[in-house]
T-cell receptor, first 111, second 114 residues
Framework: RKEVEQDPGPFNVPEGATVAFNCTYS??????FFWYRQDCRKEPKLLMS???SGNEDGRFTAQLNRASQYISLLIRDSKLSDSATYLC????????????FGAGTRLAVHP | EAGVTQFPSHSVIEKGQTVTLRCDPI?????LYWYRRVMGKEIKFLLH????????ESGMPNNRFLAERTGGTYSTLKVQPAELEDSGVYFC????????????FGPGTRLLVL
C-alpha cells in the first residue's frame, strides 16, 4: 500500500467551479502535511501547509483529519491558472524532513 | 534571491555510461535534498544533506548512485553505470536551517538512459 494515496483524476471543471481533492496517508505517526502544486514539466511548489485546525489562503482551504488520516484541499471559484497537478505531501515522524509524495491529482479548468 | 538551480536541464546517455547531476541550493540553506520521479510514479526521496553530512540516504536505490556535497555548498549526484530504469526527473530541493519544513525545489534534471 502506498504511504500517500490520491485520486489521480483528471478533474475537468469549468471556470468558477468549486473542486475538492482528497488524500489519505497510511502512517499514523505522520506529523506534517502539505499541498504542493506542480505545473506541467515544472518543479513542485508549496501551495500550503495543512493543520488540524484547518487553514485558508484566499480561494484555497486545506483540512486535516488525523483520526481518519485524511487531508483535503478545496478550491473555490476556479481559475484557468489553477490547472495543474496537486500533490499531497506528508512528513513522517522521525523522517528527517523527508517529504513523502502522493502521485498527484490533475486539475483542468476550462472556460 | 536566486532559487535552487540544477544542471544540466536534460541529459541523454546510453546504458552503462556515467552521468553527474549538479544542484546549487539557495544561499544559506544548510539542508539539501535529492528526489526522483520515474515515469508514472510519484516523486520519491533519495537523500538529505545537512551541510556536508549525509543525514538520511535511505532512499538511494543502490550503490550505483553516489551523492556528495563537499564544503556544504553545491551537491552532485553521480550515476555510474547508468541503467534504463534510472530514467526520470531528478529534483533537488533546499531548506533553511530554521524552517526545514519548507523545501524549495529546483527545476529538475530530465535524465533519459537509452
Amino acid at each position: 500500500r502506498k504511504e500517500v494515496e490520491q485520486d489521480p483524476g483528471p478533474f475537468n471543471v469549468p471556470e468558477g467551479a468549486t473542486v475538492a481533492f482528497n488524500c489519505t496517508y497510511s502512517n499514523s505517526a505522520s506529523q506534517s502535511f502539505f499541498w504542493y502544486r506542480q505545473d506541467c514539466r515544472k518543479e513542485p511548489k508549496l501551495l500550503m501547509s495543512v493543520y488540524s485546525s484547518g487553514n485558508e489562503d484566499g480561494r484555497f482551504t486545506a483540512q486535516l483529519n488525523r483520526a481518519s488520516q485524511y487531508i483535503s484541499l478545496l478550491i473555490r471559484d476556479s481559475k484557468l491558472s489553477d490547472s495543474a497537478t496537486y500533490l499531497c505531501v506528508v512528513i513522517s515522524s522521525g523522517g528527517y524532513n523527508k517529504l513523502i509524495f502522493g502521485a498527484g491529482t490533475r486539475l483542468a479548468v476550462h472556460p | 534571491e536566486a532559487g535552487v538551480t540544477q544542471f544540466p536541464s536534460h541529459s541523454v546517455i546510453e546504458k552503462g555510461q556515467t552521468v553527474t547531476l549538479r544542484c546549487d541550493p539557495i544561499s544559506g540553506h544548510d539542508n539539501l535534498y535529492w528526489y526522483r520521479r520515474v515515469m508514472g510514479k510519484e516523486i520519491k526521496f533519495l537523500l538529505h544533506f545537512v551541510k556536508e553530512s549525509k543525514q538520511d540516504e535511505s532512499g538511494m536505490p543502490n550503490n550505483r548512485f553516489l551523492a556528495e556535497r563537499t564544503g556544504g555548498t553545491y551537491s552532485t549526484l553521480k550515476v555510474q553505470p547508468a541503467e534504463l530504469e534510472d530514467s526520470g526527473v531528478y529534483f533537488c530541493a533546499s531548506s533553511h536551517p530554521g524552517l526545514w519544513e519548507t523545501q524549495y525545489f529546483g527545476p529538475g534534471t530530465r535524465l533519459l538512459v537509452l
